[in-house]
C-alpha cells in the first residue's frame, strides 16, 4: 500500500490504486498484448510431434536456451538418447495458451517438455526442472560428490531466482516499458548491479560458476548473466559491465563451446541470419544451407 498520501508524485501524476484491481485496460510495452490476469487456454491447439524421444517446445530466449544448450552438451558427449525435435512456440503470438502446450506447462511459459521414452510420457517445465530432470536422466553435467553437487544446485536455484528481477525488473523497466520510470529503475538497476557482482566474486575464486567443473548451473548462468555481457538490454555502459572482469572471461569460456554456440541458434528467430534455426530435429539442422 502507498504511504504518500499525496498522488502529485504518483506515476500518472494523481494515480491512485483502486480499492480493488481490475482488468480493463492494457498496460502498454512489449508483452501488452499477452498478458492476462488468468491461466488457461484460450484456443484449441495440438502440438506437433517429431521422431525422437525428446519433445522440446520452446523459443530461443535465455530460458529456452538453456534447454537446448544442455541437449546439444549432452549430444556433443555422446549420448545419442538426448536427440530431440526442437519445436517453435512464438510467444508474442500467444503459442503458449493453445490447449496442447498448456497441458504440459499449466504456467503458459516456453520451455516445455515431453519426454516419450517414459511411459507414461514426462511432462516438464520450468527450465531449472528441466536441466535437473536432464542431467539426472543422462548422470551428466551434475556432479555427483556431496558437496560440488550441492553448489551446483545453489547456484541453479540463485539463477532461477535472480532471473525475474534481471529480465522481468531491469530488463523490463530499462528496455521494454513503454516510457521510464526513474523509481523502477534505479530499484532494479540496484539489484541488478549487486546480482551481477554476486557472479563476478564467485568467477573470480572459481573457473565455473559452481567450482571447478562445467555444470548446468554453468548453462543456466550464461544465458541470462553471459547475455548481459554479450548486449542483451543494451546496458554495458549503464550498468559499466566492463567492471565485471570475471565474469568477462566465464561469458567467453562458456560461449566458446561448440554446444553453447549450437544450442543458443535452436529456436531462435532473430538477430543475424546465420545464426537462426527455428526449429531443429537432427544434428544435420545446423549445416550451412546449400547454395
Ligand atoms: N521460470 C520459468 C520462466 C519461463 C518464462 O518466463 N518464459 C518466458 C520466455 S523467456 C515466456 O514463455 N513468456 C511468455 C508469457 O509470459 O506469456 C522458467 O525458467 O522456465
Known amino acids: 500500500m502507498a504511504t504518500d498520501d499525496s498522488a502529485d508524485r504518483n506515476l500518472p501524476a494523481g494515480y491512485r490504486p483502486p480499492r480493488v484491481w481490475t482488468w480493463d485496460?492494457?498496460?502498454?510495452g512489449r508483452f501488452?498484448?499477452?498478458n492476462r490476469p488468468v491461466s488457461g487456454a484460450t484456443h484449441e491447439k495440438t502440438l506437433p510431434r517429431g521422431k525422437h524421444p525428446l519433445q522440446l517446445y520452446s523459443l530461443g530466449t535465455?530460458?529456452?536456451q538453456k534447454v537446448t544448450i544442455l541437449l546439444e552438451e549432452l549430444l556433443a558427449v555422446g549420448h545419442k538418447g538426448a536427440e530431440y525435435d526442437a519445436w517453435l512456440i512464438k510467444i508474442h503470438e500467444g503459442e503458449q495458451f493453445g490447449s496442447g502446450f498448456v497441458a504440459v506447462n499449466p504456467n503458459s511459459k516456453i520451455p516445455?517438455?515431453?519426454d516419450y521414452s517414459t511411459d507414461p510420457p514426462t511432462r516438464l517445465f520450468e527450465s531449472a526442472s528441466i536441466l535437473l530432470y536432464l542431467a539426472?536422466?543422462?548422470?551428466?553435467?551434475?556432479p555427483?560428490?556431496?558437496y560440488r553437487r550441492a553448489e551446483t544446485m545453489n547456484w541453479l536455484m540463485w539463477q532461477m531466482g535472480s532471473a525475474p528481477y534481471l529480465g522481468g525488473g531491469f530488463g523490463h523497466f530499462y528496455t521494454y516499458a513503454p516510457f521510464k520510470i526513474e523509481y523502477a529503475i534505479n530499484r532494479f538497476a540496484m539489484e541488478a548491479k549487486r546480482l551481477l557482482h554476486v557472479l563476478d566474486t564467485q568467477l573470480g575464486r572459481n573457473e565455473y560458476v559452481a567450482g571447478d567443473q562445467y555444470t548446468i548451473a554453468d548453462i543456466a548462468n550464461w544465458t541470462w548473466y553471459g547475455g548481459i555481457m554479450n548486449g542483451t538490454y543494451d546496458a554495458r555502459e549503464f550498468l559499466a559491465l566492463h567492471e565485471y572482469r570475471n565474469l568477462a572471461r566465464w561469458t567467453e569460456l562458456v560461449g566458446s563451446r561448440p554446444a553453447v554456440r549450437r544450442g543458443r541458434r535452436v529456436n531462435t528467430t532473430t538477430g543475424p541470419e546465420e545464426l537462426r534455426l527455428p526449429e531443429r530435429h537432427s544434428a544435420a539442422d545446423f549445416d550451412p544451407p546449400a547454395r
Open 25 to 28: 485496460q492494457p498496460s502498454g
Open 144 to 146: 555427483k560428490e556431496h
Open 62 to 64: 535465455p530460458n529456452g
Open 136 to 142: 539426472e536422466k543422462f548422470d551428466a553435467f551434475l
Open 32 to 34: 501488452a498484448n499477452i
Open 112 to 114: 516445455a517438455m515431453l
